[in-house]
């Protein structure tokens, strides 16, 4: 069996701009339980959807034993069962 592989990543890099007198810690990190609790899984929700209309191509989830708060991988794999190389 032969196989290729290529590499692409979606990075992304969140910020929170609080005022001038701000004193830190006062919100928690409530922007950042946002985006893991609502925002985060928004996205992700919505590649799988969009992977679902391209059917010939497989997507899971690999661990490769970084936290998911850090990193999701999506593995997708297309497999060719013909010569024909669609």
Same mark, same amino acid.
């Given at each position: 069996?032969?196989?290729?592989?290529?590499?692409?990543? @979606?990075?992304? =890099?969140?910020?929170?701009?609080?005022? /001038? /007198?701000? *004193?830190? *810690? &006062? &919100?928690?990190? $409530?922007? @950042?339980?946002?985006?893991? =609790?609502?925002?985060?899984?928004?996205?992700?929700? =919505?590649?799988?959807?969009? @992977?679902?209309?391209?059917? *010939?191509?497989?997507?899971?989830?690999?661990?490769?034993?970084? $936290? $998911?708060? &850090?990193?999701?991988?999506?593995? @997708?794999?297309?497999?060719? $069962? +013909?010569?024909?190389? +669609?």
């Amino acid at each position: 069996m032969f196989q290729e592989e290529e590499s692409f990543n @979606l990075r992304f =890099s969140l910020e929170a701009t609080f005022p /001038d /007198d701000y *004193e830190g *810690e &006062d &919100d928690e990190k $409530a922007w @950042l339980t946002q985006w893991e =609790s609502q925002v985060k899984p928004e996205i992700v929700k =919505s590649i799988f959807q969009t @992977l679902e209309r391209y059917p *010939e191509w497989a997507a899971r989830f690999r661990n490769r034993g970084v $936290a $998911a708060s &850090d990193e999701i991988e999506i593995v @997708l794999e297309k497999t060719y $069962a +013909n010569p024909s190389f +669609n």
